[in-house]
Nanobody
Framework: QVQLVESGGGLVQPGGSLRLSCEAS????????MYWYRQAPGKQRELVAV???????NYADSVKGRFTISRDNAKNTVYLQMDGLKPEDTAVYYC???????????????WGQGTQVTVSS
């Protein structure tokens, strides 16, 4: 079993910054893709950013140029640096990852519990 634990959410003023972290623990051999999703009240969960095991990244159009995803494979951790935050970035942010527990075993997708980000003056 694998656990994903997010941290770093909170209340920030428009234009401010936050850095989210998500650490994976448990029975881990390889972590493939690592993702950040968000869900605002009354809206569907949406993909914000992805980083693959080789380091390639992709972002939702709404956050390009403001958010940066990175990972530390030695720490099994993914980060989301959020700059230039806007009120419309307010949401619960979820970490997601494809994890293989042993070499040659198909990866399983896991979710974190979510962390609240509120952008308001």
């Amino acid at each position: 079993q694998v656990q994903l634990v997010e941290s770093g959410g909170g209340l920030v003023q428009p234009g401010g910054s936050l850095r989210l972290s998500c650490e994976a623990s448990g029975c881990i051999s390889i972590i493939y893709g690592m993702y950040w999703y968000r869900q605002a009240p009354g809206k569907q969960r949406e993909l914000v950013a992805v980083i693959l095991s080789g380091g390639s990244t992709n972002y939702a159009d709404s956050v390009k140029g403001r958010f940066t995803i990175s990972r530390d494979n030695a720490k099994n951790t993914v980060y989301l640096q959020m700059d230039g935050l806007k009120p419309e970035d307010t949401a619960v942010y979820y970490c997601n990852a494809d994890v293989s527990s042993r070499f040659g075993v198909r990866a399983v997708n896991y979710w974190g519990q979510g962390t609240q980000v509120t952008v308001s003056s």
